[in-house]
């Protein structure tokens, strides 16, 4: 069965740091990834996907991620955070489900925390 | 706004009080979710909605009871709740098969349920 795993419940980080957020993946073909973020008391919005081809995806807000089959993992990541940064930020991987439709699996998600 | 429309925002209700959460899409979508958020837990899929068709029922309490009448509504109509049941309440929305172009699911803000 398919899941994703985010290590990662709460990672702290300064203002202007670089971030990375961890998302390993389990499924038995090529997935369909996709990062989305959750500002509090909000719906989740995407920030980027993955299909196929190019597997370093630029996403909103300053943010990309990396696909890497060999790892089986879809980091994400962005050089340098802003304070509006902070949210719960949610790897999902799409499958087809038993009905045929597609279907996201989500990780359990990471809260960020910026620091001035 | 998303695309995904939610009704109402927040909610405050007895626990015998019968009530409905409203959804509504008008991005083209055919299918649509339920989740519920709980605070430091996993989204909880709850139901799945293809073509107006249930197609998924994550084993829910009967206490919960969706309807979707076309594909750009969805309710999910309430009764007999327990305290344990308040929560954020996501709907979602998406395309049945997807494309490069797709954008997985679009999630409406979420209605804000807690259960006196």
């Known amino acids: 069965a398919q899941s994703v795993t985010q290590p990662d419940i709460h990672i702290t980080v300064s203002e202007g740091a670089s971030l990375e957020l961890r998302c390993n993946y389990s499924?038995?073909?090529?997935?369909?990834l996709f990062w989305y973020v959750q500002s509090p008391g909000q719906g989740l919005q995407l920030l980027l996907k993955?299909?196929?081809?190019?597997?370093l995806v630029q996403g909103i807000k300053g943010f990309e991620a990396e696909f890497k089959r060999s790892q089986s993992s879809f980091n994400l990541r962005k050089p340098s955070v802003h304070w509006s940064d902070a949210a719960e930020y949610f790897c999902?991987?799409?499958?087809?489900?038993?009905?045929?439709?597609?279907?996201?699996?989500f990780g359990t998600g990471t809260r960020l925390t910026i620091i001035p | 706004e998303t695309g995904v429309t939610q009704t109402p925002r927040h909610l405050v209700m007895g626990m015998t009080n019968k009530k409905s959460l409203k959804c509504e899409q008008h991005?083209?979508?055919?299918?649509m979710y339920w989740y519920k958020q709980s605070a430091k837990k996993p989204l909880e899929l709850m139901f799945v909605?293809?073509?107006?068709?249930?197609?998924e029922n994550n084993s829910v309490p009967s206490r919960f009871s969706p309807e979707c009448p076309n594909s750009s509504h969805l309710f999910l109509h309430l009764h007999t709740l327990q305290p344990e049941d308040s929560a954020l309440y996501l709907c979602?929305?998406?395309?049945?098969?997807?494309?490069?172009?797709?954008?997985?699911?679009?999630f409406g803000s979420g209605t804000r349920l807690t259960v006196v």
């Open positions: 999902a991987v799409g499958r087809i489900s038993n009905f045929g439709n597609e279907k996201l699996t």
């Open positions: 979602a929305s998406s395309q049945d098969s997807w494309d490069r172009a797709s954008d997985g699911y679009t």
């Open positions: 993955y299909f196929s081809g190019d597997t």
């Open positions: 499924y038995g073909a090529t997935p369909y």
């Open positions: 909605y293809s073509l107006e068709e249930r197609v």
């Open positions: 991005l083209g979508h055919n299918a």
